[in-house]
Structure formats: C-alpha cells, structure tokens
C-alpha cells in the first residue's frame, strides 16, 4: 500500500476516534436542550468537575482539604485509603445525580417559562459556579486519571497492518476503548428513550410541555432525570478526556468543541450529535493532514471545525437532522 | 323536582350517577380581567355536559380550571365529594381526568401509535430500575399496556395510521388522535375543548358516534366545549351556558334552548 494513502487512512481512522468523543460531548447538550430548551453552557464544566470528583474519590482525597485547613489550621489532605474504580465510578454517578436534582432544584425551577436566552444564562452562572466549586473541592493542580482503561500503542494492530499493507497503524488502546464504551453509551442512550416508560415521558416532554401535562408526567422529575443522564454522559466524556490527557481546568474547553458538532447535527437530533461529531472529527484531521499541513502552515485543527459550521450555518441553519424552522402563516 | 342526588336513568336507559365533580364559585382573573365570574355548577357521573357560549365567553379558561392548568383566585373544586387542593395539571391528570385541547397539542415528533401509548403513562407503574433491565416485569407492564392502546385504536377506527407520524395527519385525524390519547388514560372524567372545531359534516357525526360510544361502553363522564348547537342539542344530558364570564344557563338542552337570556346572549341583544 501506497504509504501516503495508508498516512491517509491512520489519520481517517483517528479522526473517527476523536469524533466519537465529540459526539458523546455533544449528546450531553442535545439530552438537556431537547426535554427543556435550555442551551446548557455548564456541559463541559459538568464533565471536568466529575472528572474531578472521579479522580478525588479515587485518591481519597478531602474534599474541601484547602478551606479545611485554612479555617482550621489543619493539615488533612487525603483519606490515606484507595477506591477501586468501579466504586468511585458509581459514587461519582451518585454526585452527579444529586448535582441534578439541586440545579433543578433552586435555579431552573424558579425559572419555568422563562425567555431561552435567561435559561441560558442561568446556564452561564452554573458553569461559572460549578468550576469555582470543583477548584475549591478539588484543588486546581492537574491530577491523573486511572480507572484502569488500556492506553498506548495497540501493538496488535500495528503488526497486523504492517504485515498486511508493509505500513503499521498507529492507534491508541485507549481510542478504541473510548470509541466502543461512547458507542455502546449512545446506543443505550437511544433504547432508553425509544422503549422504556421514562423515555416515552422524556420525548414527551422534549415534544410539547402542555401535552405531556395532560397525560400525567411530571416536568420536574424528567427534568431531573435528562440533567443526570447528561451528567452521567458528562462524565464518560470526562473521564476518556482526562485519561488521555489528565484532569485539568482546561477540560471543559471541550465543551467549546461540541458547538460545531452541535451546528451541524442539529440541537435536537441524538443521530445527529454522533453524525456530526464523527464529520468534524474526521474533517478536522484529514483537513489538517491534507490541506492544512502542507498548505496552510499547519495548525487548523483549532479553526476548521468552527468554519465548518459557519458554512452550515449559511446553507442550512438546522442542521442536518435538526427541525426545520417553519412557520406557518 | 324529583330527588337526584343518587342518580337517575335516562330516557334511552343510561345510568347517570351522583356529583363527582362541582365547581364552587369560581372566580379567574388575569391581571384586570375577570375571565370568569363566580360561576357554579356540577357534573354528574357518566352524563355528558356541555359547557356553551359565544366566543370570549371563558369555556377554554373553565376547562382549563378543570384540568389545573389555572389555577383560580377564588372557588373551589370538588372532586368525587372532597374538596381539591391545588394541584398540578400531572396530578389532576393522575387523579383520571384527561382531556384534549383546542388547538390540538399532539406530540408531533411521535407516530399514532407512540402518541395513544403516552396516555398509558399513568396507568404504568414499573419503577427505572425494572425499566433498565426491560426483560421481566417491565416488558411484561408495556405489553399489556400496548393491548389495551391497540383497544382504543381499533374502537376509534384509526388502525391505518398507527405507525404515521402525527404531524402528517389531517386536522380531523388529528383531533381523533387525541381522542384516543385521552381515552387510553380511561379516565373518570373525559373533557374535550371543541372536539369538532373544523370538520364537516360526516366527520362531526363519526365523532359524535365515538364520544356517545365512549359514554355507552365505558361509562366516562364528558365533558364538553361545542359550538355547534345541534350536536350539543342531541349529545349533552345538561348544558352549562356561560357568557362575559357569567354563567346564564344550566339544565337540560331543552330548557336551555327556551332561556331568553341564552336566546339574548347568542342573538347579540344590547345590555343595559
């Protein structure tokens, strides 16, 4: 094989990779904003700070260690005991949950029926607040991820390859693993909302406020319950992100990643979180691989997905599957 | 006037019940409108009532005082002879009270099928754990379930478009389509916000047909908004006549026709 077109093909395989996390970010947003219209800027928050509360949990840590210790004059950093991952996962998902149920609780409650742009901003101080929390709980200093999911060069498939096509991919463990666990999520995802009594009352509400009144369903629980679904979803993003590259603040820039996804699926559509979130990854890199390296001085893995959106933006503003604006007269 | 209290049979043999729903006074105002005023009346078990009046009249506003979607500044509710508390409209509808709505509010992301199923929602009771798992108790909750939309389906004649999403019906479909989302619930009590706005002829009389087929054969107690006065002359047992918010009729279709304020209300007589 030809080494440029095997380049080619190790860059389209990785760009698939990194547009299943994309997708998975951006399933977060479209959970939350098709059951109640809120554009939830805090997803990428929510992802670090379970990220963090993970890594925390794991380490033993003492939440709050930095306000104990000033206010006591102690000096108690760790529990001294270990979680296996398994526990602190679930643990974590516990947080999470009640993560929901409070912000439901004492901001979007208060806020029914508000203008989207006041929910969104609601959304704005939530991220704010919720970074500010998970420094004070957590302490601000990059932390290591390991709830033992493989990583490194999967020597498998460089020899297969190599013995194949004489050119061996490079492909991390880790992005597989990521890829199977978002993909298994996702479809989950999908048969909860499709089969289940929940998930009937989520697309319910999601359809029309009203309707889903006058057969019964509680807002506010399915509320609650789309909040923890994002927030579990929050986490599988968080904890693949900061295996791969630690849990640090800068982890929910990726929620900023998810936008683009978002412009081109549509803010409505499940399929089109992953559609779109596979299309900018693989755009993105095959871009900087093909155009952007040789041509354009490299470095366009930061702008193009941005531009691509742009462009839906002009031609098809709802996205791919997202609704059609009409409006009838 | 001959003792009612317990119920009597009708004409063509229906058995009407006792009160199971009265409305006390009810006053509803929207910032300086008095969208109805101080208006009483009741629905007896399995009749059909009909709540009349010339547009503006507050019928809608009535309804929606029924279900719990407003809530009024004064007058109670009484249901099935204790007072209601204020409630949400999910809890009134838990309580067995389903309704449709004028402007049609059909979940019209979701086919026939899935919208009749979503009224089931109060009558399934398998908890998230079971319905995670699915196989089992849940599976078992949601077929039977599923019977008993197919049921409904059937009784309304609907079969054809089970699997269609809804958004693709016509306005006639559509309103039957609710219909039935509102009957899977089985409710005690069934109220329909101008079930016949916009269809001709034939369909007004084959959902005149399903609403007197759902008295007869279930026993639900309607109640129903419905300009049109030949299908309230020949559906109703009692009229409820409302007019600028005031209520200035109840009774028999037969003793409301002859009401010269209701004569005067749809005539456009000046007041004084």
Redo the contacts between chains.
């Keep these: 094989m030809p080494e440029q077109l095997a380049f080619t093909i190790e860059v389209f395989l990785n760009g698939l990779m990194a547009g299943v996390l994309y997708a998975l970010v951006a399933l977060g947003f479209v959970l939350i904003y098709k059951a109640s219209g809120i554009f939830n800027y805090a997803q990428g928050v929510m992802a670090l700070f379970a990220a963090l509360t993970l890594a925390g949990i794991i380490d033993g840590q003492v939440p709050f260690s930095h306000l104990i210790n000033a206010i006591l004059g102690t000096d108690i950093h760790h529990f001294g005991w270990h979680v296996p991952a398994f526990l602190a996962i679930l643990l974590t998902m516990v947080v999470m949950i009640a993560l929901a149920y409070a912000v439901q609780r004492l901001v979007f409650r208060h806020l029914v029926g508000q203008e989207p742009i006041i929910l969104f901003m609601a959304t704005i101080g939530l991220a704010y607040f919720l970074e500010g929390v998970g420094d004070l709980m957590w302490g601000s200093d990059i932390k290591s991820m390991d709830v033992g999911l493989p990583q490194g060069l999967n020597t498998w498939i460089d020899d297969t390859t190599f013995n194949a096509f004489g050119y061996g991919f490079f492909i991390d463990n880790l992005d597989i693993v990521a890829s199977i666990i978002a993909a298994l999520l996702v479809i989950g995802l999908v048969m909860?909302a499709q089969?289940?009594?929940?998930?009937?009352?989520m697309?319910?509400v999601?359809?029309?406020h009203?309707?889903?009144?006058?057969?019964?369903?509680?807002?506010n629980f399915i509320w609650i319950?789309v909040w923890s679904l994002a927030g579990f979803v929050a986490l599988v993003a968080g904890i693949m992100w900061g295996t791969k590259s630690g849990v640090q603040f800068s982890l929910s820039l990726i929620a900023l990643k998810a936008l683009p996804v978002l412009m081109l699926g549509g803010f409505t559509s499940i399929p089109g979180a992953i559609v779109g979130g596979l299309i900018i990854g693989v755009g993105e890199k095959l871009f900087e691989f093909l155009i952007g390296a040789p041509f354009l001085g490299g470095a366009t893995e930061n702008w193009f997905a941005y531009m691509l959106a742009l462009i839906f933006l002009v031609f098809r503003p709802q996205g791919l599957f997202g609704e059609k604006i009409i409006e009838r007269v | 006037m001959k003792d009612m209290t317990d119920g009597y049979v009708t004409a063509d043999g229906r058995q009407i019940g006792p009160v199971v729903m009265e409305m006390k006074n009810i006053t509803l105002r929207f910032g300086g409108v008095e969208a109805i005023k101080d208006i009483s009346f009741d629905i007896r078990q399995g009749e059909i009532r009909a709540i009349i009046g010339p547009n503006g009249a507050g019928k809608s506003s009535m309804l929606n005082v029924i279900?719990g979607?407003y809530v009024p500044q004064e007058g109670e509710v009484w249901y099935k002879g204790s007072r209601r508390p204020t409630m949400?409209?999910?809890e009134v509808?838990?309580q067995g009270i389903?309704?449709t709505?004028q402007n049609i509010?059909?979940?019209?992301?979701?086919s026939v099928l899935?919208n009749v199923?979503?009224?089931r929602?109060?009558n399934?009771k398998?908890g998230?754990f079971w319905?995670?798992i699915?196989k089992g108790k849940?599976e078992r909750?949601?077929t039977a379930n599923r019977e008993v939309a197919e049921k409904i389906i059937d009784f309304l004649e609907i079969q054809a478009i089970r699997k269609t999403p809804v958004s693709r019906l016509s306005y006639g479909l559509k309103k039957r389509v609710e219909l039935a989302?509102a009957l899977a619930?089985e409710p005690s009590i069934l109220l329909l916000d101008e079930p016949m706005a916009g269809m001709n002829v034939e369909e007004k009389e084959d959902m005149s047909r399903f609403i007197l087929d759902v008295n007869d054969e279930f026993g639900t107690t309607i109640a129903l908004i419905e300009h049109d006065m030949g299908v309230v002359m020949d559906l109703s047992d009692r009229v409820v006549v409302m007019d600028y918010g005031k209520k200035i009729g109840d009774g028999t279709p037969s003793e409301v026709r002859n009401n010269q304020d209701v004569i005067d209300a749809y005539l456009g007589v000046a007041h004084d």
């Design positions: 909860f089969y289940t009594k929940q998930g009937r009352a697309r319910a999601a359809d029309d009203q309707a889903a009144l006058s057969v019964g369903v509680s807002l319950l | 279900s979607f949400k409209p999910f509808a838990q389903a309704r709505f509010a059909l979940f019209e992301g979701m899935d199923m979503t009224g929602l109060t399934m398998t998230m319905q995670s699915w849940a909750e949601e989302r619930a």
